[in-house]
């Protein structure tokens, strides 16, 4: 089975420029996440997908980063104008939501490789 | 919010000895559920074991245990019979609420001696 596929691994851009970063999350997962993880600490949620819908996005940046997963299925995570504190590795990860989710189970996070973002 | 804190920011373990990571986390819900993801330097992160916040018995997934503590808010993860592979970042995590969103500890990065 494929697993979580994200591009670039690898982006280096001057502050100020845009960025996009895409994510295949795997097949028949309906939830897909974006984390944001700067050197040294643990993984921060951005946003959180239901298929083609926006669940949590209360860490979202939003006068820079925009995401959007139009038909429910891959996703691009988008920062514009990037800031020097941006640099980080964003990570997709994605989760199957059985029927078992409505009674409080919590699906396993299957994560990507991530990319790699340096803001100079 | 819901906070976890990882107090061992490194530890070091000699190949085939017992190490535990620590993990204490702050909620006000009374359902919820932990887990310990592991990171190798390729950066993919990938579940270790998870607990239930209902389920009493401390789960165990192979040389992998927990010791949940749910009055003290404490979730440790003890290795046994460490192996090189085992080398790597450990973050602790928690979810609860509505959302499936992970909120991730700082992590401990676990050297294994050989």
């Known amino acids: 089975e494929a697993g979580v596929a994200q591009s670039p691994r690898y982006k280096i851009i001057e502050k100020r420029q845009s960025v996009a970063f895409w994510c295949n999350p795997i097949s028949g997962h309906a939830t897909l996440y974006w984390y944001q993880q700067i050197l040294g600490q643990g993984p921060k949620l951005l946003i959180q997908f239901q298929n083609n819908g926006v669940v949590d996005d209360s860490q979202l940046p939003k006068d820079r980063f925009s995401a959007e997963r139009l038909k429910g299925v891959d996703s691009t995570l988008k920062i514009q104008p990037a800031k020097l504190e941006d640099s980080a590795v964003y990570l997709c990860a994605s989760s199957f939501t059985p029927p078992a989710v409505l009674a409080g189970e919590r699906g396993e996070l299957f994560f990507g490789e991530g990319s790699r973002l340096t803001v100079l | 919010a819901q906070t976890v804190t990882q107090s061992q920011p490194e530890m070091s373990v000699q190949e085939a000895e017992t190490v535990t990571l620590s993990c204490t986390y702050d909620t006000s819900e009374s359902d919820y559920y932990l887990f310990w993801y592991k990171q190798p330097p390729s950066r993919q992160m990938i579940l270790v074991i998870r607990?239930?916040?209902?389920?009493?018995q401390n789960a165990t997934e192979n040389r992998f245990s927990v010791n949940f503590q749910k009055a003290a808010k404490s979730f440790s993860l003890k290795i046994s019979d460490s192996q090189l592979g085992d080398a790597a970042m450990y973050f602790c995590a928690y979810s609860g609420g509505g959302a499936d969103g992970l909120t991730f500890g700082k992590g401990t990065h676990l050297i294994i001696q050989p």
């Open positions: 607990q239930e916040a209902y389920k009493q």
